[in-house]
């Protein structure tokens, strides 16, 4: 009788535990499930994920062919930090590995004190052009209340078409904290916009006789091939400044 009394309880143990066991499983699979399904998500709706905070595999510098050191890898950002020489003409701005032309970009951006940098769109990466922003059109990435860019007025200022639409206004987040930008281009349409930290502060024709008069009336008046190319690199600028983005996807409209 002892000794069946001893099985039974073990029986009872081992059941017990395996009971157990279920319950967690159950508990942790929604977490799992969710996980999955976000990702899915994404995927069925054409995000392409250009930087998960693990590699620069869609990224590389402006006119070569490898990643510049000068960008680091750090808790799932890519962060940029000014060499302390710099070779004279020497720049470390990044562009994607593909094209693209009519497009959603999502990324958050954390920028230094009084620092300053740019997302480029368009870009024609060719000899000639030395930097992005020669072709590329910018929205501007800076902190507004110490560079001294953002009193040359609004249009310079974290948001703006830069040089030619200001922000209606001033969303950005203290120094120090992480900026949400999601810029539409969309040429079949003619509507550009930028929504920062979750409001719409940007509103524009990405070509035409409005772009062009936009154009026209900013410092690029002259230049000839900035914001003419539909297809293009996207860029992110080295200003000298330290800055840090991260959570980048594009999808293609």
Known sequence: MKQFFVIALLVSTAFGCKEKNKESETEDAPKV????????????DGWEVLFDGTSFDNWRGYLVEEMPETWKLEEGAMVFYPPKERPEGESYNIITQKAYSDFVLSLEWKISEAGNSGIFWGILEDEKYGQPYETGPEIQVLDNQKHPDAKNGTTH????LYDMVA???????????????????????NVGKVVLNGEEIVNFSVNGAAWDA?????????WDGFGKYKTGKIGLQDHGDIVAYRNIKIKEL
Do not use: R, Y
Request: charged share 25%.
């Open 33 to 44: 499930l969710a996980e999955t399904q976000t990702s899915d998500k994404e995927n069925e």
């Open 157 to 160: 200022q974290a948001g703006s």
């Open 167 to 189: 922000p209606s206004k001033d969303v950005t987040k203290p120094i120090g904290e992480w900026n949400t930008c999601v810029i539409t281009v969309n040429h079949k349409t």
């Open 214 to 222: 936009m154009v026209a009336k900013s410092k690029f008046a002259t």
